[in-house]
């Protein structure tokens, strides 16, 4: 039973463009969802995170969309530079357990 | 800045070896996390420990161990390494169950 479902596994984008990936859950338990960027050769990062009271969090050329309703958050990345290219997942936390489920990752390429 | 130190970035080993994973955090966290990353399958968390002393079971922890003797070390052990056990692990802590993560940059580890 796969609790966080991730999309696109893969996003080739255009230098400029906007980049959109998703995620959606199950588990109602979850109340904080993190972003992490990961480069090669690195560890996962923490690129933005969002509190399920509020439907949208912005820094900068990111920002996270939360719906609780359907239970679905996604990643924008606004004109969208070759050095975001990177590996992204989303995460869901339950804060009360501790614990952290990822998606699988988005792997961004963003060309030139 | 937090600092997630895992003491070796690859190692290999054989099949049977019992295989001992440190990492190191300078930030006197409560909480740290071991997880194995494989492409197209996430990060799954192998056993978190929330205290000295003090583990829980993740998702995956079959055919592992951890060890956690003092505050900022924790040890992940394979006890007798198989060649399934070949991956990417990364270890993970936070101060307070509802903050993010901090990683660190991850052991590549083959067993041949």
């Known amino acids: 039973q796969q609790q966080v479902k991730q999309s696109p596994q893969s996003l080739i984008v255009q230098k400029g463009g906007i980049s959109i990936i998703n995620c959606a859950y199950e588990?109602?338990?979850?109340?904080?969802f993190p972003w992490y960027q990961q480069f090669p050769g690195k560890g996962p990062a923490l690129l933005i995170a969002?509190?399920?009271?509020?439907s949208e969090k912005k820094e900068g050329r990111f920002t996270i969309s939360f719906n609780k309703s359907a239970k679905q958050f996604s990643l924008h990345i606004m004109d969208s530079q070759p050095g975001d290219s990177a590996t992204y997942f989303c995460a869901c936390m339950n804060t009360n357990a501790g614990k952290s489920t990822f998606g699988d990752g988005t792997t961004l390429t963003v060309k030139p | 800045d937090v600092k997630v130190t895992q003491s070796s970035r690859y190692l290999v080993k054989r099949t049977g070896e019992k295989v001992f994973l440190e990492c190191v955090q300078d930030?006197?966290?409560?909480?740290m996390f071991w997880y194995r990353q494989d492409p197209g399958l996430g990060l799954r968390l192998i056993y978190f420990?929330?205290?000295?002393?003090?583990?829980e079971k993740g998702d995956i922890p079959e055919g592992y161990s951890v060890s956690r003797e003092k505050k900022e070390r924790f040890s992940l052990i394979l006890e007798s390494a198989s060649t399934n056990q070949t991956s990417m692990y990364l270890c993970?802590?936070?101060?307070?169950?509802?903050?993010?993560?901090?990683f660190g940059d991850g052991t590549r580890l083959s067993i041949l």
């Open positions: 420990s929330y205290d000295v002393k003090m583990k």
């Open positions: 588990n109602t338990a979850f109340d904080y």
């Open positions: 993970a802590s936070t101060g307070w169950s509802n903050q993010p993560q901090h």
């Open positions: 969002i509190r399920p009271d509020v």
């Open positions: 930030m006197d966290h409560e909480n």
